[in-house]
């Protein structure tokens, strides 16, 4: 009796089934017998010590890269700067006697900003008149005397 | 076991073991005959031992399954590492398929092996374990090294899918 006879029809995995079986009698006609599998030639296969020899180099060749750019790393310092170690002479600027002035400083100026830097004169002056025709008297002990 | 009871049991199961193997190394012929005679060696030279905890079959599949990965690994290893071709391996542990002692398919397998071959490979190897070679879900998880809950999953998911596959193919053609 075939598989295909014993499975029921209202069997919802019946094709899938039947593709399964289409597929499991071809390999098995194309198999390799047993004894030919058995005997044939075996393939050289890297020994444990290869495989270990080939890990310690591995390891050996990650650790001897981390050493390298921790040492590299260590050796330039920011503080030294990249000219560090150079025999270049070193210009020493005093920095009391210099001056700068920014280039945009202009732009902080405001309209009339003598008045703001100069301090207002008091004391008599001349030249204004008041409403009533009359010269202006801005010494208040002048202004007294004359009322 | 004996080894001459042991190599009568391998026997009996070899049509079984071949069409595992040959799912476990993608197709390759080659490849399926290297893991399944580094396998009948580990069991006959006592390196894999067979301590009845669960059916022969099973514990002969799970070997199979193991040994063609670990095969699978080395030549993957292999192939990155110079110091391994400078060793003269031949090309021959490369899992491909050679077209001339690949297996001739017909239109319908063909098609099923192509929709296999698009499932994830829990999923792959449950449904021929399943379906091919008839264990019952608690057995396949046996071999795959699995929960049956897992198992269960892998299996109607991959079952889905296989059908939703060939009927798309079915409807392209």
Redesign the interface.
Known sequence: MTLENRLPNNDPERELRQEFARLRDEERRQATPFHEVLSKPVEPRPTPVRASWVRITAAAAVLALIVGLTISRARWTPSQGPTAGTDAPVEIVDLGTTSWISPTDFLLELPSQELLEEVPKFGPTSGLIEEDGEHSVDDPIERRNRT | MERVELETE??RH??AA??WA?RCCHGS?MAA??A??AS??KMLDGRARFEGRSSFRTWLFGVIRRTAAEQHR?SKV?RL?P??LL?G??E??DPGIDPATA????E??RR??AALDRLPPRQRDL??LV??QELTIRQAAEVLGVSIGTARTHYDRG?KR??KL?EEDEHDA
Not at chain 2, 103 to 106: D, K, L, N
């Open positions: 391998l026997e070899h049509d071949f069409g040959l012929r005959e290297d399944l005679q009948y060696l080395s292999g590492l110091l391994y060793d391996r031949s021959s542990a297996i001739v398919r017909s319908s397998t099923l092996v449904l021929h379906f091919y079952k296989v059908k060939l």
